[in-house]
């Protein structure tokens, strides 16, 4: 068995933002039937592979995730395993064959702590940018880690909270719980919840030490550093400012794959 390269010392202060979609004309999650089956997959995912879910969205034509593991070999096969039994479930109730996920789902390494939560808020007011009226708040979509991350969901979480604890925040869970719901709160009374699209198109996104640390590594003609202002409606965010490393989505899923050896 070949041996697996030694990982980077700063890869633990860091989880994985995971997105992919599905080909066009399909919209394997368009009707509740499919999202709820694709949340019954979710939770098979956890109990099958060593990942955690910090937060999650399921959206007509695709999914968001974010997940924290031990290493990204383990994201490569648990995503094979979702993609995998929601194209077969998708395929099964429409009577069709073909391919129905993008090859290539899109990974971003987000740094744990404030980073990751600010990924988590951009996730859960997704559906609130889609421009359909009946979902202009999170708690309308139930089809997200909202739910679980305001403790409205009581049973059959997606999100793993006691991973939260670990990654997300050093607040006890219930003052967490409370923090969080009052900052999308703000958010939505504010309108301060435009697309933060750095989540799906950066290598990486975290403080500015890190990003740093990480383009050491790179050759320098393969990427730009940028940032982005914090938000501004948010409690004990202000200073949250996103660095990211951004190279080109060939080169991006070259390096993350390298991790992953």
Same mark, same amino acid.
């Given at each position: 068995m070949?041996?697996?390269?030694?990982? /980077?010392?700063w890869l633990d202060r860091c989880c994985y933002h995971v997105s992919n979609t599905c080909y066009a004309p399909i919209q394997i999650f368009r009707f509740a039937?499919?999202?709820? #089956? @694709?949340?019954?997959? +979710?939770?098979?995912?956890? #109990?099958?592979h060593p990942v955690r879910v910090l937060d999650f969205l399921l959206y007509p034509?695709?999914?968001r995730m974010l997940l924290a593991a031990k290493h990204p070999g383990q994201i490569s096969d648990a995503m094979r395993f979702f993609s995998g039994m929601t194209a077969r479930d998708w #395929? #099964?109730?429409?009577k069709k064959e073909g391919a129905v996920w993008r090859r290539g789902y899109n990974v971003t390494l987000v740094e744990k702590g404030p980073? @990751?939560?600010?990924? @988590? =808020?951009?996730m859960d007011f997704a559906m609130a940018r889609s421009g359909d009226p009946d979902f202009?708040?999170?708690l309308l979509w139930k089809h997200?880690?909202?739910?679980? +991350?305001?403790?409205?969901?009581?049973?059959?979480?997606g999100v793993d909270l006691k991973a939260v604890d670990e990654h997300l925040t050093d607040m006890p869970r219930e003052q967490f719980r409370d923090w969080y719901i009052e900052a999308c709160n703000r958010k939505f009374d504010f309108g301060e919840y435009a697309a933060e699209p750095w989540w799906e198109q950066a290598l990486v996104a975290g403080s500015?030490? =890190?990003?740093?640390?990480?383009?050491?590594? +790179? /050759?320098?003609?393969?990427?730009?550093?940028?940032?982005?202002?914090p938000p501004q409606t948010v409690p004990d965010m202000k200073d949250a400012f996103s660095y990211t490393v951004i190279t080109s989505n060939k080169r991006k899923r070259e390096y993350i794959l390298s991790l992953a050896q």
């Open positions: 070949p041996r697996r390269r030694r990982k /980077p010392p039937n499919m999202r709820d #089956q @694709a949340m019954r997959r +979710l939770r098979e995912m956890k #109990q099958k034509t695709g999914f #395929q #099964q109730r429409k980073q @990751a939560i600010r990924c @988590a =808020l951009d202009f708040h999170p997200s880690g909202h739910h679980d +991350l305001t403790g409205v969901r009581k049973r059959y979480r500015r030490e =890190l990003c740093e640390k990480i383009a050491d590594t +790179l /050759p320098s003609s393969w990427f730009s550093l940028c940032v982005y202002p």
